[in-house]
């Protein structure tokens, strides 16, 4: 599967983005997908992850209340809503897939075998 992001961009502390990951391929729907960052001299870190169906997601203690990864199956496309960003939430934001229907009970990069190209985003204080 080809996975690309897209909806990164300039914002001021407070404001909201909306990431998008469409993916190309078959099956999306049987993809755990995740959301990962990494902000420049630091380990990527994971954000977010979203179950098959939706219904199960996981958030960094840092992003919940904040931030909301949703699916579209139909859309071959999985979403990062960003409320309330801060200047710390600056980072490229990868998203990456999974056929491991246990992986968004986890946060580890390692078991993701798909990754799209990331997409920058910058909060201004």
């Known amino acids: 599967v080809q996975l690309q992001a897209s909806g990164g961009g300039l914002v001021q502390a407070g404001g909201s983005l909306r990431l998008s990951c469409a993916a190309s391929g078959r099956a999306f729907s049987t993809y755990v997908m995740g959301w990962f960052r990494q902000a420049p001299g630091k380990e990527r870190e994971f954000v977010a992850a979203?179950?098959?169906?939706?219904?199960?997601?996981n958030y960094v203690e840092s992003v919940q209340g904040r931030f909301t990864i949703s699916r579209d199956n139909a859309k071959n496309t999985v979403y990062l809503q960003m409320n309330s960003l801060k200047p710390e939430d600056t980072a490229v934001y990868y998203c990456?897939?999974?056929?491991?229907?246990?992986?968004?009970?986890?946060?580890?990069?390692?078991?993701?075998?798909?990754w799209g190209q990331g997409t920058q985003v910058t909060v201004s204080s």
């Open positions: 990456a897939a999974v056929q491991n229907g246990s992986a968004w009970r986890l946060r580890n990069a390692d078991l993701y075998t798909y």
């Open positions: 979203i179950s098959w169906s939706g219904v199960g997601t």
